[in-house]
Nanobody, 115 residues
C-alpha cells in the first residue's frame, strides 16, 4: 500500500507565491514519475506539471514560466513552486505517483488565489 500526502496549499493574493509538497510512503520500489494535477469547481482534473524519474519535466501551457516542479533529495517527494499566481489557478491540487504497476493519488490541497 502506498500513501500520498500533499501540503502547502492556502489563500494568497494574485501575484503571490505558494509551494506545494508531496510525499509518498509505503511499499515503493520504483517511481516512474510524479505529478501535480488540479481540479477547479465544475471542471475536469487537468495536468499541471510532471517529472519523470530521469528528471525530465512537462508543464501545462497555462503555467509555463510561472510554476516549477522538482524532486526532493528523497526521491519519493516532489514539490511545486508556484509564482505569479492568478485567480484562475484556484483549484484543489492533487499529487499523483505513478509506479510500475499502479497509480496513487493524494487527497488534495486547496489553493485559492484572490484578485
Amino acid at each position: 500500500q502506498v500513501h500520498v500526502v500533499e501540503s502547502g496549499g492556502g489563500l494568497v493574493q494574485a501575484g503571490g507565491s505558494l509551494r506545494l509538497s508531496c510525499a509518498a510512503s509505503g511499499t515503493i520500489f520504483t517511481i516512474n514519475r510524479m505529478g501535480w494535477y488540479r481540479q477547479a469547481p465544475g471542471k475536469q482534473r487537468e495536468l499541471v506539471a510532471e517529472i519523470q524519474s530521469g528528471g525530465s519535466t512537462n508543464y501545462a501551457d497555462s503555467v509555463k514560466g510561472r510554476f516549477t516542479i522538482s524532486r526532493g533529495n528523497a526521491k519519493n517527494t516532489v514539490y511545486l513552486q508556484m509564482n505569479s499566481l492568478k485567480p484562475e489557478d484556484t483549484a484543489v491540487y492533487y499529487c499523483k505517483v505513478v509506479l510500475l504497476t499502479a497509480n496513487y493519488w493524494g487527497q488534495g490541497t486547496q489553493v485559492t488565489v484572490s484578485s
